[in-house]
Antibody
Framework: QVQLVESGGGVVQPGRSLRLSCAAS????????MHWVRQAPGKGLEWVAV????????YYADSVKGRFTISRDNSKNTLHLQMNSLRDEDTAVYYC??????????????WGQGTLVTVSS | EIVLTQSPATLSLSPGERATLSCRAS??????LAWYQQKPGQAPRLLIY???NRATGIPARFSGSGSGTDFTLTISSLEPEDFAVYYC??????????FGPGTKVDIK
């Protein structure tokens, strides 16, 4: 079955870096765009970044632009999010999510279980 | 950026009752709107896409309607497992993809 498993979360000091990963299985990873979406504790959902199925295009939310980098390795069915210059307000559960349809950027389905990033001194 | 607002913030209903949730966009999103369900401690799940299409495996009691700026998610008869938070999301004008603030459906 389709599965997305995030890893790499943890506690990090403000200004430091962290790299999240998302391992995909059960579908042809290289056919789908992939996203990161985050959710601060007790809050709603915020889209973070998207990468095209072939890695050719990447887009970011203004809140992370210039600090976060999304990437993928289609040979390893893995998605990454490099997070630099972390701020308190980046504290959240980070979900990776697949595009609903292949080769189309649309909706998010399915989602991984999430990994918690806590930015704190 | 398209802003989505959802109402009500909380909906208190009993099992078996009908739930009607609203999502309004700050400008037209055509039919490019989805609904997600999120239960405590779980990831969101896609329920409805393109305003009215049920995602794979979603029960028929969930239905979506609307276009332009006004959308509705209806749960025809609430089951115990339907008590959750529901978010709408647009893909008409991005980046960014935006979500509404959510409607919590809780047990009366």
């Amino acid at each position: 079955q389709v599965q997305l498993v995030e890893s790499g979360g943890g506690v990090v000091q403000p200004g430091r870096s962290l790299r999240l990963s998302c391992a995909a299985s059960g579908f042809t990873f290289s056919n789908y765009g992939m996203h990161w979406v985050r959710q601060a504790p007790g809050k709603g959902l915020e889209w973070v970044a998207v990468i095209w199925y072939d890695g050719s295009h990447k887009y970011y939310a203004d809140s992370v632009k210039g600090r976060f980098t999304i990437s993928r390795d289609n040979s390893k069915n893995t998605l990454h999010l490099q997070m630099n210059s972390l701020r308190d307000e980046d504290t959240a559960v980070y979900y990776c999510a697949r595009d609903h349809l292949p080769s189309a950027t649309a909706y998010f389905d399915p989602w991984g279980q999430g990994t918690l990033v806590t930015v704190s001194s | 950026e398209i802003v989505l607002t959802q109402s009500p913030a909380t909906l208190s209903l009993s099992p078996g009752e009908r739930a009607t949730l609203s999502c309004r966009a700050s400008q037209s999103v055509s039919s490019y709107l989805a609904w997600y369900q999120q239960k405590p401690g779980q990831a969101p799940r896609l329920l409805i896409y393109d305003a009215s299409n049920r995602a794979t495996g979603i029960p028929a009691r969930f239905s979506g309607s609307g276009s332009g700026t006004d959308f509705t998610l209806t749960i025809s008869s609430l089951e115990p497992e339907d008590f959750a938070v529901y978010y709408c999301q647009q893909r008409a004008n991005w980046p960014p993809f935006t979500f509404g603030p959510g409607t919590k459906v809780d047990i009366k």
